[in-house]
């Protein structure tokens, strides 16, 4: 008997263990509004697996993978649905894609689509083919050529069920406020499919890039479409250095939007972060252990790319990881995933909200009080509302 009384001990403690790993403690912004603008929005939340096929393009061989004939996007669909009794608006709502980085899965956003959801936005993610963890032949940076195509035929297979009677994305979404979004390679993805006048997808109305690649990318590649921007990113990224792509951002596109947080690594936006590296000094270290073979095998992953017309140049890969095994104590995975989520709700809510009084809140609070509140945040802004005639 004392036996099994140590043994269900031993049992309760493990769970008890596993519930806090796994549920780190929410973190919480500073200043009374961006307390309030952080609450779970009144929308209940619906989880849906999404699935489809393009039979119109191909995977591409890929180290022992013989590639395929099809391109396969698998991932999940957040929608909202309204709570009885709250009086909410229901369906048309503004519809985001969310793009993963690489080695990584369409779960890593999922805190963002979440929150976004319970505000009333539709949101899917899907697994890139050939960039996304568990890729045949293993991931492949080259392939993000092909990312932007993936997001346009994700957006044409959403709004086609929109257009369906009888589907349960009937009139859900409002086809003229469709957004983008990603991490990483993600980000990358994002930046392309709205500014590459080779891949770009006009029906994209406002993009945010979360530490987003953008070295390679000019004045130029920005000029081709007047689409608001907002890139975020921490200034001590040892993956994709701050310096040479997040903060020259507002000189290329003057319009643009620039949230830097200091401190935030690269890999503490990914959503698993706040579990895995919760305790860790800098989740970086790991990013860069895991990624540098896999980065290594190809030096120029993004040669197809080039192309001075469309404003896109070679560049070198500089300041990539550097002495990664002595990195300073970096922010807390859960406390910039918080400021990327208000930073990005606040600034598609300042184009998106149909209420004209809430979106120059939004847009007052993004470029202004956001930071007041949060010293760790700074915001540079140009008139990104603007290219909406905001």
Same mark, same amino acid.
């Given at each position: 008997?004392?036996?099994?009384?140590?043994?269900?001990l031993?049992?309760?403690?493990?769970?008890?263990?596993l519930?806090?790993?796994?549920?780190?403690?929410?973190?919480?912004?500073?200043?009374?509004?961006s307390?309030?603008?952080?609450?779970?929005?009144?929308?209940?939340?619906q989880? %849906?697996?999404?699935?489809?096929?393009d039979k119109?393009?191909?995977?591409?061989?890929?180290?022992?993978?013989?590639?395929?004939?099809?391109? %396969?996007?698998?991932?999940?669909?957040?929608?909202?649905?309204?709570?009885?009794?709250?009086?909410?608006?229901?369906?048309?709502?503004?519809?985001?894609?969310?793009?993963?980085?690489?080695m990584?899965?369409?779960? /890593?956003?999922?805190?963002l689509?979440?929150?976004?959801?319970?505000h009333?936005?539709?949101v899917?993610?899907?697994?890139?083919?050939l960039?996304?963890y568990?890729?045949?032949?293993?991931p492949?940076l $080259?392939?993000?050529?092909?990312?932007?195509? =993936?997001?346009?035929?994700?957006?044409d297979?959403?709004? %086609?069920?929109?257009?369906?009677a009888?589907?349960?994305?009937?009139?859900?979404?409002?086809?003229?406020?469709?957004g983008?979004?990603g991490?990483?390679?993600?980000?990358?993805?994002?930046?392309?499919?709205?500014?590459?006048?080779?891949?770009?997808?006009?029906?994209?109305?406002?993009?945010?890039?979360?530490?987003?690649?953008?070295?390679?990318?000019?004045?130029?590649?920005? !000029?081709?479409?007047?689409?608001?921007?907002?890139?975020?990113?921490? =200034?001590?990224?040892?993956i994709?250095p701050?310096?040479?792509? $997040?903060k020259?951002?507002? %000189?290329?596109?003057?319009?643009?939007?620039?949230v830097?947080i200091?401190?935030? !690594?690269h890999?503490?936006?990914?959503?698993?972060?706040?579990i895995?590296?919760?305790?860790?000094?800098?989740?970086?270290?790991?990013?860069c252990?895991?990624?540098?073979?896999?980065?290594?095998?190809?030096?120029?992953?993004f040669?197809a790319?080039?192309? /001075?017309?469309?404003?896109?140049?070679?560049?070198?890969?500089?300041?990539?990881?550097? =002495?990664?095994?002595?990195l300073?104590?970096a922010?807390?995975p859960?406390?910039?995933q918080?400021? $990327?989520?208000? $930073?990005?709700?606040?600034?598609? /809510?300042?184009?998106?909200?149909? =209420?004209?009084?809430?979106?120059?809140?939004?847009?007052?609070?993004?470029?202004?009080?956001?930071?007041? /509140?949060?010293?760790?945040?700074?915001?540079?802004?140009?008139?990104?509302?603007?290219?909406?005639?905001?």
């Open positions: 008997m004392r036996f099994l009384g140590w043994g269900v031993v049992i309760v403690l493990l769970a008890i263990t519930v806090v790993l796994l549920n780190p403690p929410a973190s919480v912004p500073e200043g009374a509004v307390q309030k603008i952080y609450q779970p929005g009144p929308y209940g939340v989880l %849906e697996i999404f699935s489809v096929k119109q393009r191909n995977t591409p061989l890929n180290g022992s993978y013989a590639g395929s004939p099809v391109r %396969e996007l698998s991932g999940k669909l957040w929608r909202p649905y309204a709570k009885a009794g709250k009086g909410l608006q229901e369906g048309n709502y503004p519809f985001v894609v969310y793009n993963h980085g690489f990584s899965m369409h779960q /890593e956003g999922a805190y689509a979440e929150f976004l959801a319970s009333g936005y539709v899917v993610a899907v697994d890139f083919p960039t996304n568990f890729a045949p032949g293993g492949n $080259a392939d993000v050529i092909n990312q932007p195509g =993936d997001v346009k035929f994700v957006i297979r959403v709004l %086609e069920r929109n257009r369906k009888k589907d349960s994305l009937y009139q859900q979404v409002d086809e003229n406020r469709i983008v979004m991490l990483s390679l993600g980000g990358m993805t994002t930046e392309l499919v709205t500014f590459d006048p080779r891949m770009k997808d006009n029906r994209i109305r406002a993009a945010v890039s979360i530490a987003g690649p953008a070295r390679m990318f000019t004045e130029k590649f920005f !000029s081709f479409v007047n689409v608001p921007f907002m890139m975020i990113a921490g =200034d001590s990224d040892a994709v701050y310096l040479y792509n $997040a020259p951002i507002r %000189e290329k596109d003057p319009g643009s939007v620039l830097t200091k401190g935030a !690594s890999a503490g936006f990914a959503g698993i972060s706040a895995l590296f919760r305790w860790a000094n800098n989740p970086d270290r790991f990013g252990s895991s990624m540098k073979g896999k980065v290594e095998r190809n030096d120029t992953p040669a790319l080039i192309d /001075e017309k469309a404003g896109v140049i070679a560049s070198e890969r500089q300041g990539y990881c550097v =002495d990664y095994k002595h300073p104590r922010m807390r859960a406390q910039q918080m400021l $990327a989520t208000l $930073a990005t709700y606040s600034f598609f /809510e300042s184009l998106f909200n149909t =209420d004209a009084t809430q979106r120059l809140m939004f847009a007052t609070y993004l470029q202004q009080t956001f930071a007041n /509140e949060n010293k760790v945040v700074s915001v540079e802004a140009g008139n990104y509302r603007a290219a909406l005639k905001l």
